[in-house]
Every structure is written in C-alpha cells, then in structure tokens.
C-alpha cells in the first residue's frame, strides 16, 4: 500500500504543517497524488477527509482555485469559458477538502459564479443562469450554511402564497427564483442552500393559523340588511376570497334581524365596532326634517341641494342599475317666510344634506374698504403783447397795423367796441392799456398793450369708504351729472335775417367719485381686492374753452393687501411747460423796438395725483360694532363742532340744530348669543 508519507514526506503532512496551495505547480502535484492515492485510501476507510489544506492564493486567477478543488474532491469540473476573475483565498488555519470545497462554494458566490453538481461532474457557469440547470433538487434537510444551489417547495397552509411572494421576493437575490402555486398554495424557492434555509424558517413563523370563528349580532335599532348592504358598499373587497387567507363574510339573517361575522379574530372586532356605530337611533323622528337657515338663502340653497342629489343619483344608477342611489324619494324644497328648507330623505342622504348645509350656512365676514384719492395740481399762464393800427385813408396815407389777440381779445375788438358800444359782448379780460385818435380827418392810430397772468390750484382729498360682504360686489358713487352741451341748431329764415327755432342738445355726465370693489378674503389676513375706482372733477383752468373741463382720472387693478394695510394703487405726477410767441418778421427782433411787433405767451402745469387704498376685515358682529361706532361718531362730533346756531333776530326760533343721536347701546354678550337653533323657529 501506498502511504502518503512516501509521496509527499513525512514534514508536508504531518498535522503540524499542513499542505499549502498557492501556485500552479503544488495544485499539479496535488492532483497527481489524488490520483494515485484515492483508492487505497478509500479502500482504508480514512478518506480525503483526513487530510489538511491551508489555501492561500492571492490575486490568483480563478481556475487555479478550480484546479486545486478538483485535485482535493476528486470530482471533475467543468469550466464555462465566461468564468474568468482574479481572486482571493486566504485562510490561517487548515481545512478538510469538504471544508475547502465549501469555501470554494462561497468564493464563487462574491464572484458572480454558480457550481452546479450533475452527477460526479461539476459544472462553473455564471450565477445569471442557475435558474436553468438543474441542481439539488427538493433535499430532506436543507443546509443552513451551505452555499450549493437547491430548489425546494414549500407547502402554506394558513396564509396566501401568492401574498408572501410580494413579502419574501425584497429577501432574495436578484437571480433566485420565488414563485407560488394558487391552487395548492405552495411556494418554490430555488437559491443558495443557506438562504433558502433562511427563508423556510421566515415562512414557519409567518405561516400562522388565524383564530376564525363566527359570531352573531343581534341589530336593536337598524335593519340587519341595510347595514349589511353599507359594509359591502365600503369594502366591495371583504366579498372576494384574497388567495389562501379566509375573508371576512358579512351575513343578514332578516328573520332575526342579526348579522352573521365570519372571519379573523381582528376582522370581526372592527366589524362589530363599525356595526355598533351604525346600529343607533335616529336623534330625530320620520324621514322629513325642517332646517331654519341663519345666513344663507333658502331658495339658492334649495336649488343647489337639488342638483346634488339628482347628479348622485344619475351617477350611481348609471353604475348599479338601481331606481336611486339614495335608497329612496328625496325631496327639497324653500319656505321663503321663513327662510328654511324642508326635507324629506332617507336617513343616510339626510345626513349627507345636513353636513352640507352646516357648511353653506355660515356667517360670511365682511370687508371695509376705504380709499384714499389725493390730488395737488397747480395751472399758471401769462400772455403780453403790444397791437396797433395805423389808418391814414382820410389824409391819403398808408394802412397798417400789428393785431394778434392777447387773452382772446385784440385791438380790432377794442376799436369796433369804441365805435359802437352794442357790438361789446363781454367785458376783455387782463390788464389793457391804449393810446390812440379817432377823427374823420387827418391820420387815426390806435396802440394797446395788454398783459394777462392767470393762476389756479386743486386740491382734492376724497375718502370713498365702503362695507360689503366677502366675494359680493358693492359700488358707492358720490357725484354731480354735469350738463355738456354736445350739439346746437339754429334755424335762420324770414326776409329780416332772424333767426327761428334755436336749440341745443346737452348730455349729462357723472363727476365725481366712483369706487367699486369685490373683496376675496383668502386664508390669513389677506384680502385680494378686485378694484375700479374712477375720479372726477372740473378743472379750473385759467384758458378759455368751448365749454367745461374735466379732470377724469380711473384705476382698474386687482391687488392683494393685508388685512388693516394701506397700498398704493397708482398715482400721477406731471410737471409741464409751454410757451408761444407770435412777432412780424424781422421787425419783432430788435431790442427794444421788436416789443411793439410780437406777442407772448407761457403756460405752466403741476399735477400730483395718488390713489391709496385701505381693506378691514370684519370678521364678527364686534369689529362691525366697532367701526360702524368709530364713523357715526365722527359725524357726530363733525356736526356738534358747528356750534349752536346764534342770529340775533332767528328766523325760525326755538328749533333746534338737527344732531344725531346717542348711538345705541351695544348688545350685550348673551343677547347675542342667544340665537335661534338650527332646526327651531326664528
């Protein structure tokens, strides 16, 4: 017999040094000595199992590591050409080739690699295609730390197989294979034999019997049925078997007027909780209630109510082919005496149409909205100028003459004036100074020199306050519908040249102010305010006109501002100047002399104009107290400023100046808190 001492030498095997395998030519010499020696030994009864191996290979190539497997199992392997990897096997302590085995097993695992036993041949291939060769197939004991591929099924026998696919599957490395049977309600798992191992134990412990029973409840003041037909409503699902898991099954005895639970444990507590909640008396009697509104409007909330229930209803008989979707005729209708809403239900869309109205009926606040319109304008102009005439036709001399009008009004004007004093229309304006011979011989000269200098100031502080209630539109309009003329006809006839007839049209126009507003109070404080505000006035313009001048001034915005805040809305500040000269060619040139051959004239205008605006919620009964207090007394003390009214010989005495009142009293807290309830009469 051949002992292994005489291949290798007592010092190579002897249990104080245990064989090394690190390089091509001792996995060569190892694989020569298996060769020989696997019989006898085998024929010995000792096995490879007796002896030791330390690997130790470091950055070697994988199949070196294959080579030295093969050499201590004595099983052929075969090696997929894409098995290629540098690795790393160390260890400090030695190992029995099943042992080595084993960790070669674990080498492939950090590598991407499967070995698949077929037989006495095992075969290296990549870990993406273990799922198609055939491996360990269902073992009575799946090993807990072996890594060899296995496929083991897995019977369920409370649970649903099909539910711990979704459990189990995030456990399991991307290339396992987990997969469940319906209709036995069993699992295959086919992984590494450690894992699989670990899976098993998670299914035990899962895998669970449930404490299903039946039990009975008895319904005291609902129909068994009817509560039975809303749970179903509510989770369609508990009618449906959910794989190997039993449901909860929801039956109505009518006879008894009971309902029959079947099902976990759980499952029937919160169902009895759930029917407990439904099986309570109705807090008022029949199907027909009468809702007296605070705040709302009964004949639009009876309208809107309506269209509720019909679209419900349209849309669940087109579902459930049922004649209502309410379980039963639903009317509504407004007592607008009294402002309440009759109707007539049954008790679930009751409920339904109350929560509705709790939520409509509401006390909306309101919105005080004051603005502030400023406007500082000023208008100054100034004209000069020097007309003359020169008529020498009584003494046969030339004709000449410089007329320009200044302020309107020019020589030519005076001179027919002063020959005939019906011609004067109205008095000329300005300063005018003249010199000048009026004879029916000899030369006629006229010369006036007129100056005219006009100035005029607006100021205009206007405060349109308005109240009005969230989302609702409210307009205030303080002004004067001023007459323009806009046309006139005169109709001349008759053979002395009169005139017969005369008439002129004339169109009203509003001046002054204008404010409406759309208040939105938003979530906080904010109010975002939908604002047109247009201002007014006439001008008081130092140049004449056809006819009146206005100044309009408009802002249409919408803006957001704090509650009790002040924001600008726009304003204008405008400063312009002009000036004009009219002069004889040349002549009006010269210093001095050029005065008596031209005219001037300069005009200058100033405008500011801010518009400022100002929201206030009122959100109760105390802030609308509170402001509408703060203004009534205001006037008051606006009218007690005048004084008392002194005439030494009074036209009307012993009546007394008109003055508001005292304002009344404000409510007291349980005045006001004693309002009607919802379903009593006002």
Known sequence: MTRRSDIFGPSMLSPSRPLPINNPVLAFVLAAWVTVAAAPLAAQGSGSGTARITPNFKDAEITQVIEAVAASTGRSIIVDPRVRAQVTMLSSTPMTPSAFYEAFLALLQVHGFVAVPSGNVIKIIPDANSRTMPGNDLPERVSDTSDELVTQVVAVNNVSAAQLVAILRPLMPQNAHLAAYPSSNTLILADRASNVNRMVRIIKRIDQASDADVEVVAMQNASAAEVVRTMTALNPAQAQAEGGMAPLRVVADERSNSILLAGDKTQRLRARTLIAYLDTPLTSGGDTRVRYLRYADAEKIAEKLKEQVTGTSGATAATTGAASAVGGATTIWAEPETNALVITAPAKTMNSLMAVIDKLDIRRAQVIVEAIIVEVSADKSAELGVNWLLDGSNSDQAVGGFIEPV??????????????????????????????????????????????????????????????????????????????????FTNAGGNAGNTLNPFQTIQRQEVGTILKITPQINEGNAVMLKIEQESSSIAASSSGAVDLITNKRTISTNVLIEDGGTVVLGGLIQDSQTGGEQRVPFLGRIPVIGEAFRTRSAKKTKTNLMVFIQPRILRDGTDTTFETNQKYNYMRDQQRALGPQREALPLLPGEPRAILPEIPAVPTQESTSAEPAAESPK
């Open 407 to 488: 302020g309107g009004t020019s020589i030519f004007d005076l001179v027919r004036a002063a020959r005939d004093p019906s011609t004067i229309t109205g008095a000329p304006r300005g300063t005018t100074v003249g010199v000048g011979r009026l004879a029916d011989t000899g030369i006629n000269f006229a010369a006036v020199l007129r100056a005219l200098r006009g100035d005029s100031t607006t100021n205009i502080i206007a405060t349109p306050s308005i109240v009005t209630m969230d989302n609702q539109s409210a307009e205030i309009k303080v002004a004067q519908e001023v007459p323009f003329v806009t046309g006139q």
